[in-house]
């Protein structure tokens, strides 16, 4: 961490950076609001805490840990924890921020929080894995809570890690306090449809922004790179809408075929083997290939920075998903927007899985579980208002789906603020 880091001097290109002028940008649209921006270029609350385990072998180590509650305005804080050995304070509180806007861009009753723990999980045992996420749990304890602050995966946390939280809070409370946090299995209060929530999300912007653009999905040719739990859920269902996936990159390469590539077989190897497993049913082609495979929407859900400027240049799409968190650099954006290529940004195009937390946590209070269908109509229709009320403020300013997100969430954000006033 640096030692010059404060809320309001960014390291340089870093994502508080980004998010930072990226606030910026919708201030001409804010109107009279615009007196309250600066609430959103500091995080209400930073906590910094030492995670000390004993080790298996008997030695003591420490780890560092955050949880950021960006803005509370809304509603509680809701955002993953990650486990990261490069994690920073920074990084936190620029993912913390995305949270509060997203939230807002789908209007959930909420505000934007992030944490994170400075491991490499992979190099623990299960129980020194255990001890980690039971101590963090307790040291943001003080924090965290059903109705001011619910933790999620995120990075290298699952379900199992969401049950020791929810374990070691409840503990601390005295009770069983299931809404503690949201991702849990599905006997301990986790909802249906949360797994594909993301993907799902992907795919109704997807077909929304088709639908607008004139684009029929029977037959578009779809390129996504990153084939987890966003890709590879998105790909299936854009195929079921029979649309073909053309290129598919994932860590292990980059698999084309033109007319299309058979999921039903490249989904269950690529969980094993990656993508370049499947060599039977397309072509394996260097992967900086995968950026000028002839396409019409192109789906990056793998990493932040991926969609660089020289790849917007190069890329055949009319439509860009944004299923990963920041995968386009800004100077992309800029070429793209000016390329004509419609970026539906990830802020809403993966709250899916943000919204099916929400639906995780109110499912919680009532105890009163909804089937798979309810699930996926009511993600349906939060997703299909949200995009159409962002497709119009767009369309009245003559600006960018990104920007017009930002501006409808930062309105949101800030109109509550201005209706709660400062304290005292
Ligand atoms: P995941 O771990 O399930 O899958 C990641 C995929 O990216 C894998 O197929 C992996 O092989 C691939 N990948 C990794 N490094 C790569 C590289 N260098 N080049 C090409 N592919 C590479 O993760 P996920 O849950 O699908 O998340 C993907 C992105 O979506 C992340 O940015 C995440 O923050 C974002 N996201 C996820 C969710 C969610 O609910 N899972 C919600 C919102 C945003």
Redesign the pocket.
Known sequence: MSEQLSFVSPTANSPWGTYLSQVDRVVPYLGPLARWVETLKRPKRALIVDVPIEMDDGTIAHFEGYRVQHNMSRGPGKGGIRFHPDVTLEEVMALSAWMTIKTAAVNLPYGGAKGGIRVDPKKLSPQELEKVTRRYTSEIGIIIGPHTDIPAP??NTNAQIMAWMMDTYSMNVGGTATGVVTGKPLHLGGSLGRVK??GRGVFVTGREAARRLGMDLRGARIAV???????SVAAELFAEAGAKIVAV????GTIVNSNGLDLAKLVPI?RTD?VVGFKAGGDIVP?EDFWNTPCDILIP????G?LTAERAQKTTAKLVLE?????TVPQADDILAERGVLVVP?VIC?AG??TVSYFEWVQDFSSFFWDEDEINVRLDRIMMNALNHIWDTADKHKITLRTATYAVACERILMARQERGLYP
């Open positions: 995120d990075v929530a993301t790179q990153g084939f987890g739990n966003v890709g990159q994932d860590h292990t690529s990656g992967n859900a793998a990493l932040e991926q299923g990963a968190n920041g995968p990830d993966n899985g943000v």
